[in-house]
């Protein structure tokens, strides 16, 4: 890793700039932190102060500017206004400080950017590495960096005296927040739930270090088990992608995405940009990168407990052990709407919950099922003798006991029984008993000392589950995602093209060009410009034909009467092809008109929409989704970011609705799907190998039982 972030999240020597004596400035609290930390032996560092007009700050000697510093820095913590940090920032280049956290607001976040440009480019010129500006900093349990402004301790106005920002216990959660007070809300709910904390680094306005770089570093951090991230949005969303890609095959990510709701709908030139929402990109970004999306602040916590205490299952099929039927029922309906598997108890296994119903040593009305409901009448012993009798059934990979004390003979040692059944058969099991009462608590906290999570209800303890099964998931995939894109056209003309040409639609026979050049399955075609050439051009290519209008302007051919179909002789051609000029004059689309494709008619097959538009953050998209007509109002559709592997292509396909028609349905056969998941892979071809295209559309592309043809093609340039 490099050293100048080691000497930012583990400084030896730390300074800070702005340290004050007064309550009432952010350095007072920024040093007190930092100070307490080096007095009760968390942090082991050597720390300064510095401020020209303070001798001395809380007992400590100030000193007057960096160069004043008796000994070299690893980091300066800035916390003066930001007018002045341009100023700091060139104390710290001429000290040699090889990181900076920039504590102090008022740059791009209130539209100041030309200031933090401007201390950033100092920044860069010297080799200083800054994280921030305008952030918490680092909070670290481990090694005692604490760079927080808020006070740990305040006072009520009656007088009461609390705890206002606790401090975690060292832990193995790393957290990552864009928002410092979404950050200390954060590390309040860790310290509540008794979870530990390996590290805080607030990312602020991720002017130099930013996210994708701090996911790489705690990734080969052996105190880390999970990185949890809070997104509000990325600068480079590719980046953030193949950093989160590779760091999730050594440890789990999950992140809460904040800003879900959309206000309206890109205007757009193609269906493609206009279907889709920022929020699907960012979901299908993090699934592709390995990081798994969680919806609330409940449901962060929830994956990250789980998947720093559990190594990822096999597979999806659990067993839910229970005292308490409701709470099972509750449970596997949970299980279920995630896509877990709950599968009847095997043969073997059931008999022996039979023989042990016979002989007492279980309740006699235990039922052998999955959910396995030992009844309210067990004890704990009930569950030790139902968990042996269990070890070695086949067909599950995670496990849920729902241990509810509230039952007369349930005691904390079925905490014993669960751990050994945990340690027996290897598999990842989790906990719930249900409740915030005093024994609800002992019970989960007895759990989670045994290294089993616990959660207060039953589909929070499915949930976590889930969570577990879609990370063994990514876990298992032998690729990672890798940003491949071209910064020069593969196809020199696609930029000839745009710059010579006034509207920057690529039109008839241009666009068919480029997609044969991907090997895209086309249909004989030609633009004419007169009713003879569109005759010849029909004879030459065989009955019966399609007519289009070829216009930079129509987007929606069919709307305006510019397409006419199933053509089977001359004199329908020429016939349509008048009208069609009267059509083009009637709505005064001369200056943009390019001519009339005429086209060979496809056999009839199942229309698709696939496509792809360049997103700000995230580059190019590809979309596949039920095409023709009908496209905006089934919204029938699945994305991916490019580039897409023929793997990826086979799982859009098996999203889609139609996915059961495409891959046959009710005795009819099935589609082609080796030529669609062709078209997919190479549509991505043509926008990460040549940057000149914007956006790039195919609705319809007909897929046949065998092979596909497309019909109708829009492409942009950028």
């Known amino acids: 890793m490099p050293s100048s972030l080691r000497c930012l999240f583990d400084p030896k020597s730390i300074a800070v700039v702005g340290a004050s004596p007064d309550p009432s400035k952010l350095g007072y609290d920024t040093y007190l932190n930092l100070q307490a930390s080096k007095r009760n032996g968390a942090y082991r560092g050597r720390l300064y102060a510095v401020n020209p007009r303070h001798k001395e700050v809380l007992g400590d000697t100030c000193h007057p500017d960096l160069s004043s510093v008796p000994d070299e820095l690893d980091l300066a913590v800035i916390v003066v206004p930001s007018q002045h940090v341009p100023d700091v920032m060139n104390d710290v280049v001429r000290k040699g400080v090889p990181a900076a956290i920039i504590v102090s607001g008022g740059f791009s976040e209130v539209g100041n950017r030309d200031l933090e440009a401007e201390v950033i480019r100092i920044a860069s010129d010297g080799g200083v590495r800054v994280l921030g500006p305008n952030t918490l900093g680092l909070l670290d349990p481990h090694n005692g960096v604490d760079t927080f402004f808020l006070p740990e301790w305040k006072r009520t106005t009656d007088g ?20 410092g007070g979404v950050g200390a809300a954060l590390i309040d709910y860790i310290v509540g739930s008794g979870a530990g904390l390996r590290a805080f680094v607030g990312l602020g306005n991720q002017a130099d270090v930013s996210m994708d770089e701090v996911v790489s570093y705690y990734a080969e951090d052996d105190r880390t088990r999970a990185i949890l991230m809070y997104v509000e949005g990325v600068r480079d969303g590719r980046k953030l992608m193949e950093a989160c890609s590779v760091a999730s095959k050594r440890k789990p990510i999950v992140a809460l995405k904040a800003g879900r709701t959309e206000s309206g709908m890109r205007a757009a030139f193609t269906h493609t940009a206009s279907m889709v929402g920022q929020v699907e990109v960012y979901s299908m970004a993090f699934r592709q990168g390995g990081v798994i999306e969680a919806s609330t602040i409940e449901e962060l916590f929830d994956a990250g407990k789980a998947l720093s205490m559990l190594q990822p299952p096999e597979g999806d099929r659990a067993l839910i052990i229970t005292n308490g039927g409701g709470a099972g029922v509750i449970a596997a309906d949970a299980c279920e709407q995630m896509g877990l598997k709950v599968p009847p108890l095997d043969a073997r296994a059931v008999e022996t919950l039979k023989r042990l119903a016979l002989t007492g040593r279980i309740p006699s009305t235990v039922s052998p099922n999955n959910p396995l409901d030992l009844t309210g009448s067990a004890s704990s012993l009930t569950f030790k003798v139902a968990s042996e009798a269990l070890i070695g059934a086949a067909g599950f990979d995670v496990c849920l006991f729902l241990t509810l004390h509230h039952a007369p003979a349930v005691y904390d040692d079925v905490v014993d029984a669960v751990s050994w059944f945990r340690n027996t058969c290897g598999k990842p099991t989790v906990a719930c008993d249900v409740g915030e009462a005093e024994w609800a608590r002992i019970m989960r906290s007895k759990y989670e000392a045994y290294g089993i999570p616990a959660y207060p209800t039953p589909d929070r303890a499915a949930r976590a589950l889930h969570f577990l099964s879609k990370y063994g998931q990514y876990r298992s995939r032998p690729e990672t995602w890798r940003d491949t894109q071209s910064q020069r056209d593969r196809l020199p003309w696609l930029a000839e093209f745009s710059s010579r040409e006034r509207d920057r639609a690529l039109y008839e026979p241009y666009a068919s060009e480029l997609l044969k050049q991907y090997g895209l399955p086309l249909l004989p075609c030609e633009v004419v410009g007169d009713a003879d050439s569109a005759v010849r051009v029909a004879d030459e290519i065989g009955y019966p034909v399609a007519m289009k209008v070829v216009a930079t302007t129509v987007s929606h051919k069919t709307d305006v009467g510019g397409v006419s179909l199933g053509l089977r002789d001359s004199i329908e051609v020429r016939r349509r092809f008048g009208a069609m000029m009267a059509m083009v004059d009637r709505l005064g689309l001369r200056d943009s008109f390019r001519g009339i494709l005429v086209q060979k008619m496809a056999e009839p097959g199942f229309e698709l929409l696939i496509g792809s538009y360049r997103d700000p953050f995230f580059g190019p998209i590809v979309t596949l989704g039920a095409g023709g007509t009908y496209t905006e109002l089934l ?62 559309e195919i609705n319809p592309f007909l897929l046949h039982r065998s092979g596909g043809a497309v019909i109708d093609a829009k492409v942009l340039l950028r």
């Open 635 to 696: 919204r029938d559709y699945t994305l991916r970011v490019a580039p897409v592997t023929p793997s990826d292509a086979d799982q859009m396909m098996k999203e889609l609705r139609i996915s059961r028609v495409l891959e046959g349905y009710r005795g009819m056969p099935g589609y082609d799907l080796e030529c669609l998941r062709n078209v997919i892979v190479q549509l991505s071809s043509v926008m990460i190998e040549n940057p000149s295209v914007a956006q790039l």
């Open 160 to 179: 009461v005296e609390a705890i206002s920002s606790p401090k975690p216990k060292p832990g193995h959660l790393t957290l990552l927040s864009q928002s």
